[in-house]
Protein backbone atom coordinates (compact mmCIF):
# COMPACT_ATOMS: atom_id res chain seq x y z
CA UNK A 1 0.00 0.00 0.00
CA UNK A 2 1.79 3.63 -0.98
CA UNK A 3 1.49 6.48 0.62
CA UNK A 4 -2.06 8.11 1.51
CA UNK A 5 -2.86 11.13 3.38
CA UNK A 6 -6.40 11.60 5.52
CA UNK A 7 -7.44 15.03 6.16
CA UNK A 8 -9.15 14.30 9.51
CA UNK A 9 -10.47 17.98 10.60
CA UNK A 10 -9.36 21.77 9.78
CA UNK A 11 -9.23 23.97 13.00
CA UNK A 12 -11.85 26.15 13.37
CA UNK A 13 -9.95 29.03 14.79
CA UNK A 14 -6.83 28.76 12.71
CA UNK A 15 -5.68 27.06 9.04
CA UNK A 16 -4.29 23.78 10.38
CA UNK A 17 -5.64 20.30 9.86
CA UNK A 18 -5.47 17.35 11.67
CA UNK A 19 -4.36 13.90 9.69
CA UNK A 20 -3.16 10.51 9.37
CA UNK A 21 -0.32 9.80 7.15
CA UNK A 22 -0.64 5.73 6.07
CA UNK A 23 2.77 4.47 4.92
CA UNK A 24 3.82 0.53 4.44
CA UNK A 25 5.46 0.53 7.69
CA UNK A 26 2.83 2.26 9.48
CA UNK A 27 0.63 5.27 10.56
CA UNK A 28 1.85 8.91 11.02
CA UNK A 29 -0.50 11.68 13.06
CA UNK A 30 -0.09 14.73 11.49
CA UNK A 31 0.97 17.39 12.35
CA UNK A 32 4.17 15.47 13.02
CA UNK A 33 7.33 16.32 14.44
CA UNK A 34 10.39 13.56 12.63
CA UNK A 35 13.39 13.12 14.28
CA UNK A 36 16.58 13.68 12.30
CA UNK A 37 19.09 10.63 11.91
CA UNK A 38 21.17 11.58 9.49
CA UNK A 39 23.38 8.35 8.86
CA UNK A 40 20.79 5.86 9.89
CA UNK A 41 20.73 7.06 13.36
CA UNK A 42 19.19 8.92 15.84
CA UNK A 43 22.44 10.10 18.15
CA UNK A 44 22.27 8.52 20.57
CA UNK A 45 18.86 6.40 20.97
CA UNK A 46 17.95 3.07 20.32
CA UNK A 47 14.93 2.09 18.01
CA UNK A 48 13.31 1.79 21.49
CA UNK A 49 13.99 4.89 23.27
CA UNK A 50 12.91 6.58 20.08
CA UNK A 51 9.17 4.97 20.04
CA UNK A 52 9.06 5.08 24.03
CA UNK A 53 9.34 9.08 23.33
CA UNK A 54 6.41 8.35 20.53
CA UNK A 55 8.62 8.97 17.51
CA UNK A 56 6.50 7.79 15.08
CA UNK A 57 8.29 8.70 11.98
CA UNK A 58 12.22 9.29 11.68
CA UNK A 59 14.77 10.81 9.18
CA UNK A 60 18.05 9.47 7.03
CA UNK A 61 19.87 11.04 4.80
CA UNK A 62 21.23 10.17 1.01
CA UNK A 63 24.24 12.00 0.71
CA UNK A 64 25.88 10.35 4.31
CA UNK A 65 24.79 7.41 3.04
CA UNK A 66 25.65 7.21 -0.26
CA UNK A 67 29.28 8.39 0.74
CA UNK A 68 29.30 6.24 3.74
CA UNK A 69 28.60 3.05 4.49
CA UNK A 70 26.85 3.25 0.66
CA UNK A 71 23.56 2.49 -0.62
CA UNK A 72 24.38 -1.01 -2.21
CA UNK A 73 25.04 -1.91 1.44
CA UNK A 74 22.30 -0.59 3.04
CA UNK A 75 20.67 -2.72 0.26
CA UNK A 76 22.57 -5.82 0.94
CA UNK A 77 21.77 -6.06 4.19
CA UNK A 78 18.13 -5.84 3.53
CA UNK A 79 17.20 -1.39 3.32
CA UNK A 80 17.20 1.20 5.91
CA UNK A 81 14.50 -0.40 8.15
CA UNK A 82 16.86 -4.08 8.36
CA UNK A 83 20.04 -2.50 8.77
CA UNK A 84 19.03 -0.01 11.66
CA UNK A 85 16.08 -1.87 13.33
CA UNK A 86 13.61 0.63 12.62
CA UNK A 87 10.34 -1.01 11.91
CA UNK A 88 8.30 2.46 11.51
CA UNK A 89 8.49 4.65 8.32
CA UNK A 90 11.42 6.64 7.45
CA UNK A 91 11.82 9.96 5.07
CA UNK A 92 15.31 10.23 2.94
CA UNK A 93 16.42 13.75 1.94
CA UNK A 94 17.75 13.60 -1.71
CA UNK A 95 21.25 15.28 -1.14
CA UNK A 96 21.26 18.15 -2.58
CA UNK A 97 20.55 20.50 0.32
CA UNK A 98 23.78 18.20 2.24
CA UNK A 99 26.31 18.39 -0.98
CA UNK A 100 25.63 22.48 -0.82
CA UNK A 101 26.12 22.42 3.18
CA UNK A 102 29.07 19.69 3.46
CA UNK A 103 31.19 19.20 0.28
CA UNK A 104 34.17 21.56 -0.77
CA UNK A 105 34.13 22.13 -4.29
CA UNK A 106 31.04 21.42 -5.89
CA UNK A 107 29.83 22.23 -9.05
CA UNK A 108 26.29 22.47 -10.16
CA UNK A 109 24.97 22.15 -13.97
CA UNK A 110 21.44 21.01 -15.56
CA UNK A 111 22.95 17.57 -15.78
CA UNK A 112 23.45 17.34 -11.51
CA UNK A 113 25.60 18.45 -9.06
CA UNK A 114 29.94 17.62 -8.58
CA UNK A 115 31.38 17.65 -5.39
CA UNK A 116 34.39 16.19 -3.53
CA UNK A 117 33.31 13.99 -0.63
CA UNK A 118 33.43 15.87 2.68
CA UNK A 119 34.94 12.72 4.18
CA UNK A 120 37.61 11.42 1.79
CA UNK A 121 37.79 13.84 -0.62
CA UNK A 122 36.31 11.23 -3.84
CA UNK A 123 35.53 13.20 -6.65
CA UNK A 124 31.43 12.43 -6.61
CA UNK A 125 28.29 13.55 -8.43
CA UNK A 126 24.36 13.02 -7.82
CA UNK A 127 21.83 13.34 -10.30
CA UNK A 128 18.04 13.76 -9.97
CA UNK A 129 18.41 10.13 -11.38
CA UNK A 130 21.05 8.74 -9.51
CA UNK A 131 19.75 10.75 -6.17
CA UNK A 132 16.19 8.44 -7.38
CA UNK A 133 18.03 5.63 -7.84
CA UNK A 134 20.09 5.56 -4.47
CA UNK A 135 16.88 6.07 -2.08
CA UNK A 136 15.34 3.30 -4.47
CA UNK A 137 17.51 1.31 -2.70
CA UNK A 138 17.68 2.55 0.43
CA UNK A 139 13.88 1.43 0.71
CA UNK A 140 12.46 4.74 2.66
CA UNK A 141 8.77 5.07 2.63
CA UNK A 142 9.03 8.48 1.93
CA UNK A 143 12.06 9.85 -0.44
CA UNK A 144 12.50 13.48 -1.66
CA UNK A 145 12.85 14.80 -5.38
CA UNK A 146 16.81 16.03 -6.23
CA UNK A 147 16.51 19.52 -5.78
CA UNK A 148 18.71 22.60 -5.19
CA UNK A 149 18.14 25.14 -2.08
CA UNK A 150 19.11 28.31 -3.46
CA UNK A 151 21.67 30.31 -0.95
CA UNK A 152 19.59 32.87 1.29
CA UNK A 153 20.40 35.81 0.29
CA UNK A 154 20.69 35.76 -3.69
CA UNK A 155 20.05 37.27 -6.54
CA UNK A 156 16.21 37.24 -7.86
CA UNK A 157 17.80 36.21 -11.58
CA UNK A 158 19.50 33.06 -9.66
CA UNK A 159 16.81 31.88 -7.70
CA UNK A 160 14.61 32.05 -10.65
CA UNK A 161 17.20 29.71 -12.90
CA UNK A 162 17.80 27.65 -9.87
CA UNK A 163 13.91 27.39 -9.33
CA UNK A 164 13.16 26.57 -12.79
CA UNK A 165 15.99 24.37 -13.04
CA UNK A 166 14.59 22.28 -10.30
CA UNK A 167 11.46 21.76 -11.38
CA UNK A 168 12.89 20.43 -14.62
CA UNK A 169 14.90 17.93 -12.30
CA UNK A 170 11.40 16.77 -10.31
CA UNK A 171 10.14 15.55 -13.45
CA UNK A 172 13.51 13.52 -13.79
CA UNK A 173 13.20 12.33 -10.71
CA UNK A 174 9.67 11.09 -11.43
CA UNK A 175 10.60 9.37 -14.82
CA UNK A 176 13.85 7.74 -12.65
CA UNK A 177 12.13 6.33 -9.34
CA UNK A 178 10.99 3.04 -9.61
CA UNK A 179 7.32 2.11 -9.31
CA UNK A 180 8.73 -1.56 -7.96
CA UNK A 181 8.48 -0.62 -4.44
CA UNK A 182 5.88 1.46 -2.53
CA UNK A 183 7.93 4.66 -1.75
CA UNK A 184 6.15 7.85 -2.36
CA UNK A 185 8.14 10.54 -4.24
CA UNK A 186 7.61 14.07 -2.42
CA UNK A 187 8.00 17.04 -4.69
CA UNK A 188 9.85 20.16 -3.13
CA UNK A 189 8.61 23.37 -3.66
CA UNK A 190 11.49 26.25 -3.95
CA UNK A 191 11.59 30.13 -4.76
CA UNK A 192 13.38 31.93 -2.45
CA UNK A 193 12.31 35.05 -0.84
CA UNK A 194 9.82 35.63 -4.00
CA UNK A 195 5.93 35.18 -3.73
CA UNK A 196 6.12 34.66 -7.62
CA UNK A 197 8.61 32.26 -8.11
CA UNK A 198 6.65 30.41 -5.19
CA UNK A 199 3.72 29.93 -6.85
CA UNK A 200 5.39 29.43 -10.57
CA UNK A 201 7.29 26.51 -8.44
CA UNK A 202 4.41 25.12 -6.58
CA UNK A 203 2.01 25.23 -9.90
CA UNK A 204 5.28 23.54 -11.68
CA UNK A 205 5.00 20.65 -9.23
CA UNK A 206 1.50 19.88 -8.66
CA UNK A 207 1.21 19.68 -12.47
CA UNK A 208 3.06 16.57 -12.25
CA UNK A 209 0.87 15.06 -9.25
CA UNK A 210 3.27 13.87 -6.32
CA UNK A 211 1.39 12.65 -3.38
CA UNK A 212 2.95 14.99 -1.38
CA UNK A 213 4.65 18.26 -1.04
CA UNK A 214 7.71 19.79 1.08
CA UNK A 215 8.83 23.67 0.90
CA UNK A 216 12.11 24.09 0.87
CA UNK A 217 14.51 26.72 0.60
CA UNK A 218 13.56 28.25 4.10
CA UNK A 219 15.43 27.70 7.38
CA UNK A 220 18.43 29.03 5.73
CA UNK A 221 19.02 31.92 7.98
CA UNK A 222 16.25 34.07 6.64
CA UNK A 223 14.31 36.22 9.38
CA UNK A 224 11.38 33.85 10.44
CA UNK A 225 8.65 36.26 9.02
CA UNK A 226 9.82 35.96 5.39
CA UNK A 227 9.62 31.73 6.27
CA UNK A 228 5.89 32.32 7.37
CA UNK A 229 4.74 34.60 4.37
CA UNK A 230 6.77 32.13 1.93
CA UNK A 231 4.36 29.30 3.65
CA UNK A 232 1.10 31.63 3.16
CA UNK A 233 2.30 32.23 -0.18
CA UNK A 234 2.89 28.61 -1.46
CA UNK A 235 0.38 26.28 0.60
CA UNK A 236 -2.85 27.97 -1.53
CA UNK A 237 -1.38 26.60 -4.50
CA UNK A 238 -0.96 23.00 -3.03
CA UNK A 239 -3.57 20.18 -2.38
CA UNK A 240 -5.72 19.88 -0.06
CA UNK A 241 -5.75 16.22 0.39
CA UNK A 242 -2.03 16.07 0.32
CA UNK A 243 0.70 16.30 2.99
CA UNK A 244 3.09 19.61 3.31
CA UNK A 245 6.16 18.75 4.80
CA UNK A 246 8.09 22.25 5.99
CA UNK A 247 12.01 21.26 5.60
CA UNK A 248 14.34 22.17 8.49
CA UNK A 249 12.24 23.61 10.32
CA UNK A 250 11.90 23.04 14.36
CA UNK A 251 11.87 25.39 16.93
CA UNK A 252 8.68 25.35 18.94
CA UNK A 253 7.38 28.82 18.34
CA UNK A 254 8.08 27.53 14.52
CA UNK A 255 6.15 24.18 14.97
CA UNK A 256 3.57 25.80 15.83
CA UNK A 257 3.19 29.06 13.84
CA UNK A 258 3.67 26.14 10.93
CA UNK A 259 1.03 23.93 11.52
CA UNK A 260 -1.64 27.17 12.13
CA UNK A 261 -0.36 27.86 8.49
CA UNK A 262 -1.32 24.16 7.33
CA UNK A 263 2.08 22.59 7.72
CA UNK A 264 1.80 18.71 8.36
CA UNK A 265 5.57 17.66 8.85
CA UNK A 266 8.79 19.21 10.43
CA UNK A 267 11.84 18.00 10.95
CA UNK A 268 15.20 19.76 12.18
CA UNK A 269 18.42 18.62 14.23
CA UNK A 270 17.76 21.33 16.92
CA UNK A 271 16.65 19.49 19.44
CA UNK A 272 19.62 16.68 18.90
CA UNK A 273 21.84 19.45 17.97
CA UNK A 274 21.28 21.49 21.07
CA UNK A 275 20.99 18.85 23.47
CA UNK A 276 24.78 17.43 22.99
CA UNK A 277 25.58 20.99 24.61
CA UNK A 278 23.42 20.43 27.19
CA UNK A 279 20.79 23.01 26.15
CA UNK A 280 17.45 21.67 27.29
CA UNK A 281 13.77 22.97 25.49
CA UNK A 282 11.59 23.44 28.31
CA UNK A 283 8.32 24.57 28.86
CA UNK A 284 9.60 27.54 30.61
CA UNK A 285 11.90 28.52 27.78
CA UNK A 286 15.64 27.17 26.79
CA UNK A 287 17.88 26.15 29.81
CA UNK A 288 21.27 25.42 29.74
CA UNK A 289 21.60 22.77 32.64
CA UNK A 290 25.59 22.61 32.68
CA UNK A 291 25.27 26.04 33.76
CA UNK A 292 26.87 26.37 37.60
CA UNK A 293 23.57 27.57 39.30
CA UNK A 294 22.24 23.65 38.79
CA UNK A 295 25.08 22.50 40.81
CA UNK A 296 23.58 21.88 43.69
CA UNK A 297 19.84 21.94 42.10
CA UNK A 298 18.29 18.27 42.46
CA UNK A 299 15.09 18.76 40.97
CA UNK A 300 14.01 17.17 37.30
CA UNK A 301 15.18 19.34 34.37
CA UNK A 302 11.39 20.07 33.57
CA UNK A 303 9.17 19.71 36.30
CA UNK A 304 5.97 19.66 33.39
CA UNK A 305 8.15 16.77 31.59
CA UNK A 306 7.31 13.49 31.86
CA UNK A 307 10.03 11.85 29.90
CA UNK A 308 12.69 9.00 31.24
CA UNK A 309 15.11 11.74 32.14
CA UNK A 310 13.05 14.19 34.19
CA UNK A 311 11.57 11.49 35.54
CA UNK A 312 14.56 9.88 36.95
CA UNK A 313 17.39 11.96 37.42
CA UNK A 314 18.18 15.08 38.33
CA UNK A 315 19.20 18.61 37.03
CA UNK A 316 22.40 18.23 39.40
CA UNK A 317 23.33 14.16 37.83
CA UNK A 318 22.74 15.53 34.27
CA UNK A 319 25.17 18.91 34.84
CA UNK A 320 27.95 16.25 36.78
CA UNK A 321 27.47 14.45 33.69
CA UNK A 322 27.59 16.63 30.96
CA UNK A 323 30.87 18.63 33.01
CA UNK A 324 32.22 14.98 33.24
CA UNK A 325 32.09 14.21 30.00
CA UNK A 326 29.92 11.02 30.37
CA UNK A 327 27.61 9.96 27.26
CA UNK A 328 24.78 9.25 29.22
CA UNK A 329 24.70 12.76 30.16
CA UNK A 330 24.14 13.63 26.30
CA UNK A 331 21.57 11.03 25.98
CA UNK A 332 19.62 12.27 28.85
CA UNK A 333 19.39 15.61 27.20
CA UNK A 334 18.48 14.10 23.69
CA UNK A 335 15.60 12.32 25.76
CA UNK A 336 13.94 15.25 26.71
CA UNK A 337 14.45 17.49 24.12
CA UNK A 338 12.81 14.77 21.41
CA UNK A 339 9.98 13.69 23.99
CA UNK A 340 9.62 17.52 24.35
CA UNK A 341 9.35 18.58 20.30
CA UNK A 342 6.76 14.69 19.87
CA UNK A 343 4.55 16.12 23.21
CA UNK A 344 4.59 19.15 22.03
CA UNK A 345 3.20 18.06 19.08
CA UNK A 346 0.49 15.79 20.48
CA UNK A 347 -0.59 19.18 22.11
CA UNK A 348 -1.13 20.50 18.98
CA UNK A 349 -2.88 18.03 17.57
CA UNK A 350 -4.91 17.97 20.46
CA UNK A 351 -5.75 21.89 19.95
CA UNK A 352 -6.97 21.44 16.72
CA UNK A 353 -9.28 18.39 17.56
CA UNK A 354 -10.82 21.01 19.77
CA UNK A 355 -10.47 24.12 17.44
CA UNK A 356 -8.45 25.81 19.87
CA UNK A 357 -4.67 26.03 18.34
CA UNK A 358 -5.25 29.84 18.26
CA UNK A 359 -5.34 29.58 21.74
CA UNK A 360 -2.86 27.31 22.69
CA UNK A 361 -0.53 29.49 20.54
CA UNK A 362 -0.84 32.57 22.93
CA UNK A 363 -0.62 29.99 26.10
CA UNK A 364 2.23 28.69 24.81
CA UNK A 365 4.08 31.67 23.65
CA UNK A 366 3.26 33.42 27.54
CA UNK A 367 4.99 30.45 29.43
CA UNK A 368 8.02 29.26 26.92
CA UNK A 369 9.20 33.22 26.39
CA UNK A 370 9.28 34.30 22.95
CA UNK A 371 12.79 34.30 23.11
CA UNK A 372 14.93 33.19 19.80
CA UNK A 373 13.93 29.61 20.02
C1 LIG B 1 18.15 13.73 7.76
C2 LIG B 1 17.66 15.04 7.19
C3 LIG B 1 18.27 16.23 7.57
C4 LIG B 1 17.81 17.46 7.06
C5 LIG B 1 16.73 17.48 6.19
C6 LIG B 1 16.22 18.80 5.63
C7 LIG B 1 17.30 19.47 4.81
C8 LIG B 1 16.82 20.75 4.16
C9 LIG B 1 16.76 21.94 4.93
N1 LIG B 1 17.07 22.14 6.23
C10 LIG B 1 16.86 23.47 6.47
N2 LIG B 1 16.40 24.09 5.35
C11 LIG B 1 16.35 23.15 4.37
C12 LIG B 1 15.98 23.23 3.00
C13 LIG B 1 16.07 22.06 2.21
C14 LIG B 1 15.75 22.09 0.80
O1 LIG B 1 15.42 23.15 0.22
N3 LIG B 1 15.84 20.95 0.11
C15 LIG B 1 16.22 19.77 0.70
N4 LIG B 1 16.28 18.66 -0.07
N5 LIG B 1 16.52 19.69 2.02
C16 LIG B 1 16.46 20.82 2.79
C17 LIG B 1 16.12 16.29 5.78
C18 LIG B 1 16.59 15.06 6.29
Given at each position: ?????????????????????????????????????????VK???????????????????????????????????????????????????GG?????????????????????????????????????????????????????????????????????????????????????????????????????????????????????????????????????????????????????????????????????????????????????????????????????????????????????????????????????????????TI??????????????????????????????????????
Amino acid sequence: MAVKYELIKTCAQTGARLGRLHTPHGVIDTPTFMPVGTQASVKGMSPEELKTLGAQIILSNTYHLFLRPGHELVKEAGGLHRFMNWDRPILTDSGGFQVFSLSEMRKITEEGVQFRSHINGDKLSLTPESATQVQNALGADIIMAFDECPPYPAEYEYVKQSTERTSRWAERCLKAHSRSHDQALFGIVQGGMHADLRKQSALDLTSLDFPGYAMGGLSVGEPKHFMYEMLEETIPYLPGNKPRYLMGVGSPDALIEGSIRGVDMFDCVLPTRIARNGTLMTSQGRMVVRNAKYTNDFGPMDPECSCYACRNYSRAYIRHLIKADEMFGLRLTTIHNLHFLVNLMVQVREAIREDRLGTFREEFFEKYGMADN
